[in-house]
């Protein structure tokens, strides 16, 4: 176990830069997601702390050193694969073993030290079995045993569930987090997928285009996303973004573009004509028969909650109610919001406000 | 065989094209035929012949007669055939070793990140591509006995004092054309197998080297067992190529000096065409044929698929 700091790190492929200055301290046993769109560089980044890309600029530091220029197998890290990475021609005993076989552990204590991590993965039955004769999901387990029977530093997980149907993602998630909580060693797992950051993570990167955008707990990302980006990354469904402007009369209301006034819950202290962004998560609207008038367009009822759609002005907005409402399209609703939860961004810098 | 269910009763030879259309045995048949009598008239039929010669006493412009075991009992006390024997399977055995570890090296080299890496690709296929007998031509050339460039090299080197005799001695002539024989075949090798190479994931290097395994580790471990497969193909080829080889030797030495580069396919076509004793030179090819499949059985049984590329459950 060892904490992980990046600073300023850079990477360009060729001329092109690829990761353009990261900062991140990563606390010793922490679960930190790196999370954001596909080509964003988090793969790159992830290799970089594995050694396996060297560092164009910056500096990399695992447990306090810095290891820049360290070959990956003096790191201590272990690595599971997006495509898992399995040796072929091994059987699982041998696979998890390989790495203790490659650090001139003997073959007694080989067996010994796979036995109770084959365990703790529900493998036993599947150790003299080849790759070839796996499910998905098993053989996922297989990759994270591997990683485990050393006892590393640090874990490193590269899209590691991406390949797996969603029941199955589900189910390994909860695996993965139960067994850092078991072993509590530092982990860096990269994702696309927001909800796999916000279910799984201590902390969260948000990455995007080679910077990071913000870290911070999977809530307070949640709660006050420091820019559009993020605002619009985190949160399933997406935050509702509505275009407009403060009101020249009164600075705690919102005007939309078509002149439709939503409240804000305090004064806002900005230029009257600057172009602003109203960010209002699904489920901040109550329904309240003084609020205001909006036509249901799409209801979209899933047993648990109810998403529906409703038209606002020339803007779909996307509401979530946790009881079960009864609207069909057509129809009026009219919305109360809870003007405590409300974003606002300034559209020209995407800065909230 | 399903009759048609037709309604009405159709004319008898439209009857019997519906038959015939509906048989699937029969319609496979024929279109199997044009390659069945393909495979028979250009592969079985020089084989057979070739066999049936062995067992007789053809010579160029007599029919022979049946002569049964004869050929091959004469050839048992024949020591020139027994030292073509000896000379094929030390032959065929230094090379394919050569061929194997240089083809091997080359393969891993040309697999690495290199500048001009299709350039050096290319080049490599050049022994390969160039018609055997003009690299042979070649070869005669480096190692003739006045004119040799090696020799002239080595001597304007001052390693040696005058010109070898590189196919007038019987070692040298073997060290000599097994040379030859490994610079030609060596680029087969070497690109079946960077093939091979590119079919291992990047990744598995990427993790054994996470896994704490040298480069060395590396190959042993992930890269030669994963090549397998591949070697085992390549070299029972490779093998099967240096084995009945011919075209090297006959224009570099024709067996010589005193049969100590003569392999079993130069005598056989020496025994058999300037000879003149089709039969005999028959009987010394058909006796290669032992061998051949001797390699290729042990290829099939001893490296064999191995579990771990078969799919499914055990
Ligand atoms: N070896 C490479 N050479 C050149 N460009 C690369 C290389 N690896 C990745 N890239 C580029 O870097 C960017 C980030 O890639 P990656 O880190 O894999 O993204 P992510 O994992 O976030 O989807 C992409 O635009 C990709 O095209
Ligand atoms: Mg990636």
Redesign the interface.
């Known amino acids: 176990m060892a904490p992980v700091d990046f600073i300023n790190v850079r990477k360009s492929f060729g001329a092109v830069p690829i990761i353009k200055g990261v900062n991140i301290e990563i606390a010793d046993g922490e679960f930190v997601i790196l999370v954001g769109p596909s080509g964003c560089g988090k793969s790159t980044l992830l290799r970089m702390l ?3 890309e060297n560092i164009t600029a910056g500096e990399i530091h695992i447990g306090g050193r810095v290891v820049n220029k360290m ?3 003096e ?1 201590d ?3 599971v ?1 997006q ?1 898992y ?1 399995l ?4 059987t699982v005993a041998e696979n998890m073993g ?2 203790l ?3 001139g552990v003997s073959k007694l204590e080989i067996a010994a030290m796979v036995k109770p991590a084959a365990e703790i993965l529900g493998l036993t039955n599947l150790l003299d ?5 796996l499910s998905g999901g098993q053989r996922q387990r297989v990759a994270m045993g ?1 990683a485990i029977v ?1 006892n590393p530093q640090v874990f490193l997980f590269d899209e590691p569930l991406s390949n797996l149907d969603a029941k199955l993602r589900v189910q390994m998630r909860v695996e993965i987090k139960e067994l850092h909580q078991r072993l509590k060693t530092t982990t860096v797992y990269v994702t696309h997928d927001q909800i796999e950051a916000m279910t799984m993570a201590d902390k969260i990167v948000v990455m995007h285009d080679g910077i990071v955008e913000q870290i911070g707990a999977p809530l307070e990302l949640y709660d006050r996303p420091v820019n559009l980006f993020v605002a619009g990354f985190i949160g399933s469904p997406a935050m509702n973004m509505i275009e407009g402007r403060l009101s020249l009369s009164d600075p705690s209301v919102f005007l939309t573009a078509a002149g439709t006034a939503l409240p804000l819950a305090r004064p806002v202290d900005a230029a009257k004509d600057m172009a602003l962004i109203y960010g209002l998560r699904p489920e901040h609207v109550r329904l309240d028969a003084s609020g205001i008038p909006a036509t249901v367009v799409v209801t979209e009822p899933t047993g648990s909650e109810t998403q529906v759609i409703v038209r606002l002005d020339e803007a779909d907005l996307t509401l979530m109610f946790h009881e079960r409402i009864d609207v069909h399209p057509g129809e009026t609703l009219h919305l109360a919001i809870d003007t405590s939860a409300v974003h606002l961004f300034d559209k020209e810098t995407g800065v909230r406000l | 065989m399903s009759s048609p269910s037709s309604p009405g009763p159709p004319s008898r030879s439209g009857a019997l094209l519906l038959r015939f259309n509906n048989s699937r045995n029969a319609l496979g048949f024929v279109f199997m035929l044009p390659a069945a009598i393909f495979l028979l008239g250009f592969l079985t039929y020089p084989l057979g012949l070739g066999v049936w010669l062995g067992f007789t006493d053809t010579r160029i412009g007599r029919a022979g007669d049946f002569i049964g075991l004869q050929n091959y009992i004469y050839l048992m006390d024949d020591e020139v055939f027994w030292l073509s024997v000896f000379n094929t399977v030390i032959y065929t055995l230094v090379a394919s070793i050569l061929k194997f570890a240089l083809g091997l090296w080359l393969a891993l080299i040309l697999n690495e990140k290199l500048p001009f890496k299709s350039f050096f690709r290319a080049i490599v296929l050049l022994p390969w591509v160039v018609p055997t007998v003009l690299s042979a031509l070649a070869f005669w050339w480096i190692y003739d006995a006045q004119f040799s460039i090696l020799s002239w090299s080595l001597m304007k080197l001052g390693l040696i004092q005058q010109p070898i005799n590189f196919l007038g001695d019987p070692f040298n002539a073997r060290v000599s054309v097994i040379a030859a024989n490994v610079w030609r075949g060596i680029p087969f090798v070497a690109i079946s197998l960077l093939a091979g190479l590119q079919t291992i994931p990047v990744s598995l290097q990427e993790a054994a080297s996470l896994d704490g395994a040298t480069p060395w580790k590396r190959f042993r471990y992930v890269t030669l067992p994963m090549l397998t497969p591949i070697i085992a193909v390549v070299m029972t080829f490779s093998v099967l190529f240096t084995f009945t080889d011919f075209q090297l030797i006959y224009v570099l030495t024709k067996g010589g000096p005193v049969n100590a580069t003569h392999l079993m396919a130069t005598l056989s076509f020496q025994r058999g065409i300037p000879g003149g004793q089709l039969g005999e030179g028959a009987a010394i090819a058909v006796a290669m044929i032992p061998f051949l499949l001797a390699s290729i059985l042990f290829s099939f049984f001893g490296l064999q698929r191995r579990k771990w590329q078969q799919g499914g459950k055990d």
């Open positions: 594995a050694g396996l070959p990956p197998k790191r890290i272990a690595m694969f495509n990475a040796y072929p021609h091994m390989f790495s076989l490659m650090n079995r080849y790759p070839r004769q591997r050393r």
